[in-house]
C-alpha cells in the first residue's frame, strides 16, 4: 500500500452533497420556527403544537411502569427474568405492546385491528416514513396530500424521494373532485399515485374537519379508483362533542385505509410511540405477506424496534384507563375546548371589526388559521416575538412557502386563560400596526421598521 | 364529482411495486433467522447477537429514572414543572444528554466531542440511516463497507438507496490496500466515494479488531484520499485487555471520523439509545452548519426526537456511574471474555482433530466464525435446530449471500457456561455429521436427510 504524504485534507462537505431533502425549505421550517421560539422565551406561544403539560407528573411514569410489569407477570404469566428480560432487551419489531394497541383502538374508535396488522413505531413519524419508504419503488411514484399540510408528511416525503402533489382543501376538509382530478392528470401523465394522505379530524394546520358522508364518498372513491387512502388521526380523540364521527378505519371494509397512529397528544409525546395498522396484503413473488410486515422490515433496519421501555410506559397508560383513552383525555379535551373558544371568542372582540382580517372556526383540535391584509414572513414572526412577545406559526410553511403568504396558524393546545388574553392583545396590536402600515403604503411592514 | 359505482377493489399491493430494498436477500435475513429461533425456543442459541441478560433488574428503570430527575433539578436547576415536561414533552431533536454522552465519550474513550457535534438516536441504527441518507445525493453515490459487514449497516444502505462496495476483511480487520484499490476503482468509474464504514474493534460478524498501527494508517489514507470514516463502536467498551486501543475518533485529528455510538451494549438494549458524533463543517448555500446539525434535521422528519423517557433512563445509568461506563460494565466484560475463552477451549477440545474445520481466535466481542467442510445454509440451521437443538447463524448473511456459504457465526454473549458446554456438544454432533456426509457424498447434507 502506498499513500503520499502529501497535504492533509481536512474533512469538509459541500451542502451541494447531501440529500436533496436538506436543501428543501420544508425541512428547514421547523428548525428556523425553534430558534425563533428560543430567542424569545417570555414570548406567549401561539405557536407550539404541543399537547397540554398542566396534568404531567413523573410519579405517573413510575405508576405506569409498574401497572405494565403487573400485566406482564399477571396477564402474560412471565416471570422475573422474563419482565426485566422485556424491558431490558430488544424487542419484537412490531412492538410488544400491538395487543394493547389494538384493544385501544376497539374501545376508542370502533377499529377492529388484527394485533398483527399493527407496528408499533418511534411516534406517528417513522410511520409516516415507513409508509413512504415502502410505496416508493420508482421515479414514477407520487403521493397526493392537501394543501396546506402537516410538515412532517412533507418532511418524511421528502426523505423518501416520493414527490407530493397537492390536493385543494377548504373549511371542509380536503377537496374530493380536486382530488379525482389530481389522481386522473397524475395518471394521464405517466405516474403512478401511491396513495393520498388526509388527516378527517381537525386536521394541521388548518384544524378543520370532514364530514361523514365526505368520508363516505372518499371509501368509495378510493375503491373505486384503486387508491389507498393513509389516514392520520392525532387529533379526533381530543373531540369534546357529544358524538365523535368515525375515523375512514372504522368505514373501511376493502383495506382502503393505512392507519397512522399517534400516542404523542393522547399519551404523551415524551414516549414517542405510536402505530401504523396496515393489513393490506402483498401479492407477488416475495409476497404472501400483509404491509405490516413489509413495514416491519424496513424498521428493523431503521430503529430497530420501539424502545420497550417506552412502551411499557404507553402500555401501562393504557392499562390504567382500561384500554381506553378517550376518558382518560376528558380533562385535557375539556382545556382544548375551552382554549379553543376562548381564543375565537376574543379574536371576535378584538377583530371582529376589521373586514379585512377573518379566521375559521373549528370545533376542535389544536388550530385557527388567521387571515390579514399583510404578509405574513418570518421577518413578521420575529418582530412580532421581539416587539409584541407573541408567536404564532406562518402558514406558508405548510404551503412549502409556495401559499399563505398573508395567513398565520394559531395553536391554542398549551396556554392557560390569562396568557390567552394577554397573547391575544398582543397579537392584536401586532395586526394593528400591520393592517395600518398595510394601508399606508399599500405593502407590507418594511423590513426597516422592525 | 362522479364517481362510477362499478366493482370495488379490494387493496392489494404487488410485491414489485415497494421499495426495492424489501426484495432484497439482506432485509429478509433477521427476519427468517429470528423465525427459525421462535420455532425452536428451547434451543441453545450461539445466534442472538444480544447483551448478557444476567444483571437485568426492573427496579434499576426506576432507580435510573430518580437519578435523572435529581440531575434535573440539582444540576440544571430545574422546577418540579420543568423535570416533568423534559420527561413528557417533545424535546430537542439532537437530544437532552449529549452532555452527559460528550463526558461519558471523554471518560471511557479519550473522544473529546463538543455536545453541538452529537445526535442522540433511536439505536445506533438509526445513526446509521442518518449519515447514509444525507450522504446520498444522487446515483454516483456509493459507500466503502468491509465484506463481511453487519447486516444493519447493509438495510440502512438499501433504504438509503445507497449501494456498497466490498472490500477485503482478514484476521487483521478491514485491507487497507484492498481499500484503497476500491477507493480508486471506483472513482475512476465515476462514482463518488461518500465514506468507509468500518468497526475497529470486534467487528461484526468475525469478532476481529484493527491494530493500532493500522488505525493510524486508515486514519492518514483518509486524510490523503479525502474520505470519511464511519467508525462503529458497538463492542469496543467490553474489552477485558489491560489496556483498550484507541479509537479512530480518539486519533482523528482532521474530522474525519463520523462517530456511531450505541449504548445497546453497554447500557441496555431497551432503551433504544445510540449517538452520532458528526463535527464535520458543511460548507456552500444551505451550508455553515455542522453535519451534526443537517442529520438533526433529517431525524426531525424520521423520529422526531428520541424518546426522552428513554434518554432519561441511560442518562440516569451514566450518572450513576460517574459517567463512565467501562467500569459499570466490568461484570458483564467478564462474562464476555470467559465466554469467549470457553467457547474456544471447548471448540479445540471437540473439533480441534479435524484439519477441515478451522475458527478465528478473537480476544473479545461476541463473536467467533468457524469453517466447515460442508454448505451452511438456512436449510442447515433449521435441522441444526429441529435436530441437534442448537442455533448459530450462516455466515452467508453477512456476505449478501454471495459468500461465506460454509461458515457459521457463533456469539457468545448471553450463555451460561453449562448452556455453553451443552451447545457445543449438540454443534460438535451437527459438524461431526455434515463431515461425515460431505466425505461419503462430497456434498452437504442432502434436504432429504433433514
Redesign the interface.
Known sequence: ??????E????????????????DVS??S??LLNEVAGRYPDAISFAAG??Y?GF???KL??EY?RIF?HHLRTERGMS??Q?????????DTKGIIADLVARALAADEGIEADPASVVVT??C??AM?LVL?????DDRDALLAPSPTYV?LT??A??A?LPVLPVRTDADGID??DL?TGLRTARAAGR?V?ACYVTPDFANPMGVSMSLADRH?LL??A????L?LLEDNAYGLLNSAAERPATLKALDR???VVYLGSF?KTG??????GYVVAG????????GSL?A??L???K???????????QA?VGGKLLAHGCGLADANRRETEVYHRNLRQVLDGLDRRLGGYPDVSWNVPTGGFFIVLTVPFTVDDDLLAHAARRHGVLFTPMHHFYGSTAGHRQLRLSISTLTPDRIEEGLDRLAALVEEGRAEHEGTGEHIPSGAR
Chains 1, 2 share one sequence.
Open positions: 500500500m502506498e499513500i503520499l504524504e502529501s492533509i485534507i481536512r474533512a469538509e462537505l459541500s451542502a451541494a452533497t447531501l440529500h436533496a431533502s436538506l436543501g425541512m428547514t421547523m428548525t404541543r399537547p403539560e404531567y407528573d413523573v411514569l413510575h411502569l410489569c422475573e427474568a419482565v426485566a428480560r422485556t424491558l431490558f432487551q430488544y424487542g418511534v411516534g413519524q417513522e416514513f419508504r415502502a410505496l416508493r419503488a412532517g418532511g418524511a421528502l426523505l424521494d374530493l373532485a379525482v403512478r401511491r364518498r368509495e372513491l375503491a373505486c379508483e384503486d389507498l376493502h383495506e382502503r404523542a404523551m409525546p415524551g414516549a414517542r410511540v393490506q396484503r402483498v401479492t407477488g413473488p416475495g409476497g404491509l410486515d413489509e416491519s422490515k424496513i428493523s433496519m431503521l430503529t430497530v424496534n420501539t424502545a420497550p421501555i417506552a410506559i
